[in-house]
């Protein structure tokens, strides 16, 4: 039997659909996630339930990566020769709220997922970031080469922390890793707390929708489906440890790199598109920025392209509608 992918957050969003492609094209997948709740469980449970009804190879483990013991107990009986590390706490806003949870996840998580790649030679460890790193960056569309030194917001700070950590590692123990930082990413199983979940369940109940920012918002939407494709492109192409400069920065065999749309939206047309998709129109309150927030975020794709054949397809007229369709399914509605 050929060793095995774990794919951390194998219950989450995109965690999920990782999961799943990689199931479809004869994988053999071991998912960990601890289920917790910062959104309703039975979305990540139904999402498990999917990849089981897929038939393939797939092993799930409801495990806390956060939990050095449990992780190590369980990799012990495992033969795997590649993670894809998408476990996080994720949310700007709840990071405010709830601090403690992001060090203990993006923190002391990642780092036990790098202790295990460590002890273990893993041949590739694929890790997520956030293009929240670049927090304020006046300079559009956002490079990996930008400086990304002012965080305004906590999770923005881990993330960040996991990239310094990670490139510590790939030079001390020559682990080969790519850190991938996401911009935006929607599509069916989405996230509850974010905007393509909450604008759509307001505007199909006729509930008003919150507009942040008094709509002065720009955002990179990302369809799920090309993300996907995005991060299998890199789990197949590990960074070479040869010396030269990689995506980010880095001589040792570390690579960052930007996944977006390529394509920065401003908030009133999403909300355009999403009110089409729903049939209706939507009430709008608008509110000012929210603290952590920012105002636009556009990822400058050229690296992954060259370097991973990325190549985004869907634009937000085709992915929000497909998300729709997907909501009124799984809600009955």
């Not at 990566?65 to 369980?74: P, V």
Request: charged fraction near 25%.
């Amino acid at each position: 039997m050929p060793s095995a992918i774990i794919v951390t957050g194998a219950a989450g969003f995109i965690g999920y659909h990782v999961a799943r492609r990689l199931i479809e094209r004869g994988e053999h997948v071991v998912g960990i996630d601890c289920i917790n709740a910062y959104y309703d469980p039975q979305l990540k449970l139904d999402r498990l339930a999917e990849l089981e009804r897929l038939g393939g190879d797939f092993r799930f483990s409801r495990t806390d990566f956060a939990d050095a013991d449990a992780l190590e107990g369980l990799a012990a009986a495992l033969d795997f020769d590649r993670i894809i590390h998408l476990g996080a706490q994720p949310g700007v806003r709840y990071s405010l709220e709830n601090p403690r949870a992001y060090v203990q996840s993006n923190l002391v998580g990642h780092l036990n997922i790098l202790e295990l790649a460590r002890h273990t030679q893993t041949r590739h460890l694929v890790y997520a970031s956030s293009s929240s790193v670049y927090g304020q960056n006046g300079k559009i569309p956002f490079s990996t080469g930008d400086r990304v030194d002012h965080p305004v917001s906590l999770y923005a700070a881990t993330k960040k922390s996991d990239e310094l950590i990670s490139e510590s590692y790939a030079h001390l123990y020559r682990i080969p890793m790519t850190g991938l930082r996401f911009f935006t990413v929607y599509g069916p199983w989405g996230r509850p707390d974010m905007a393509p979940w909450l604008f759509t369940e307001a505007v199909l109940r006729g509930d008003p929708i919150k507009v942040f920012n008094h709509g002065r918002m720009r955002r990179d939407f990302t369809y799920i489906d090309d993300i996907v494709s995005g991060v299998i492109a890199a789990l197949d192409r590990p960074p070479a440890d040869n010396g030269q400069i990689k995506p980010g920065g880095s001589v040792g065999p570390h690579a960052l790199y930007n996944i977006g749309n390529n394509q920065s939206e401003e908030l009133g047309r999403f909300i355009e598109v999403v009110e089409k998709a729903c049939g209706r129109t939507a009430e709008k309150i608008m509110l000012p920025m929210q603290a952590g927030d920012v105002p636009a975020t556009y990822a400058d794709i050229d690296e992954i392209a060259r370097d991973l054949g990325y190549q985004p397809t869907t634009p937000i007229d085709t992915g929000i509608p497909a998300f729709v369709e997907w909501y009124r399914a799984y809600k009955g509605v």
